[in-house]
């Protein structure tokens, strides 16, 4: 698996950051649909890390955050359809740039 440098890790929040800007400026509703996303990966992740089993923790993270994914624009797409293209476009980004690998505990060898 390739391993992302800083620079590439400072690309993708500027891309973030720029997608969660134009959004919120169309839509100040933008805000907290995009923040409840990221936090709940965040939480999917954090619990997935607690399965020890890699198989069931690959599983596990990606049915959960792609179902999130949609979840999430079915929601944004219900309330505030004007900001669609902006919130697919970040939780796509979101979830492809962030590795779950990440968050696993670092198992020491015996």
Same mark, same amino acid.
């Given at each position: 698996m390739?391993?992302f440098? *800083?620079k590439s890790?400072? #690309?993708?929040?500027f891309?973030?950051? @720029?997608?969660l800007v =134009?959004?919120? !400026? ?9 923040l409840?996303?990221?936090?709940s990966i965040?939480?999917i992740?954090?619990f997935?890390?607690k399965?020890?089993d890699?198989a *069931?923790?690959?599983?596990? #993270? ?5 179902t @999130?994914?949609?979840i =999430?624009?079915? !929601? ?7 900001i669609f293209?902006?919130?697919m ?5 979101f ?6 690998a990440?968050?696993?505990p670092?198992k020491?060898?015996v």
């Amino acid at each position: 698996m390739k391993k992302f440098n *800083l620079k590439s890790y400072l #690309i993708i929040a500027f891309i973030y950051l @720029l997608i969660l800007v =134009s959004g919120a !400026i169309a839509n100040p509703l933008f805000l907290p649909i995009a923040l409840f996303h990221t936090a709940s990966i965040s939480f999917i992740y954090y619990f997935g890390s607690k399965i020890q089993d890699m198989a *069931l923790n690959v599983g596990y #993270i990606w049915l959960s955050k792609w179902t @999130l994914f949609i979840i =999430s624009l079915v !929601i944004t797409g219900i309330f505030a359809p004007d900001i669609f293209l902006y919130a697919m476009t970040l939780f796509i980004l979101f979830n492809v740039s962030i590795n779950p690998a990440n968050f696993m505990p670092n198992k020491k060898s015996v």
